[in-house]
């Protein structure tokens, strides 16, 4: 629970952060780094979500093993 809590906050201020910069930013310097205006606080909320689901990979790949149930299948 507290997990998914973390990960909404996480989501919501990256999407903020996405936002503050849309709006200080001029649509020169955008275009200068590279940054498509209408889709750049989707884009950023589709990254986080993408390392949150890789952080959960890694962690589903190193869980541990009962030696006691090796060969029980």
Do not use: H
């Amino acid at each position: 629970m507290f997990k998914s809590i973390y990960r909404a906050i996480a989501i919501a201020q990256a999407a903020s952060a996405a936002n503050r910069l849309l709006q200080f930013s001029s649509p020169r310097m955008l275009e200068d780094i590279g940054i498509v205006k209408e889709t750049f606080i989707a884009d950023t909320i589709a990254k986080v979500q993408a390392e949150f689901d890789a952080e959960d990979a890694a962690k589903a790949k190193a869980a541990p093993v009962n030696a006691n149930l090796v060969g029980a299948v």
